[in-house]
């Protein structure tokens, strides 16, 4: 089983300087390290993504850009379906039985709670 780094991917981590030794231009092996972990997450975080999402991936470098694209685009996913779940609930259709019509209300607001939508 391989452990990462999570901090490489959320940006707690910060990369290690390349050269160990300017005059003779050593490369530092923690940078080593770091990159080839760093690249290694960035391939599992690109190999597990579908097509449509992994075209948004281009041109990112490193795992950190990738997870911060990832988070932007899916923060606002969620708030646009939130938007539409709360609307929903301010404009409910009552060309329904009651029973159907509390359900439908129900369940809106299941889904607002399981996303993490206060509500009050």
């Known amino acids: ?3 990462f ?22 490369f530092n092996s923690a940078y080593i ?16 993504m579908t097509i449509p999402i992994l075209t948004k991936m281009v041109g990112f ?3 950190h850009d990738v997870w911060l694209k990832l988070l932007t685009y899916f923060a606002y996913q969620t708030h646009v379906k939130i938007k539409k779940l709360k609307l929903q609930l301010r404009t409910p259709k009552q060309d329904q039985s009651i029973s159907p019509y509390v359900l439908k209300i129900k369940k809106t607001m299941d889904t607002l709670l399981a996303v993490g939508v206060p509500l009050y």
């Open 5 to 26: 780094e999570t901090s490489v991917v959320t940006g707690g981590f910060f990369c290690p300087s390349n050269i160990f030794d300017v005059p003779t231009n050593v």
């Open 33 to 48: 390290n770091h990159d080839q972990q760093d690249q290694l997450i960035r391939a599992l975080l690109l190999a597990s």
């Open 61 to 63: 470098d490193t795992s």
């Open 1 to 3: 089983m391989i452990f």
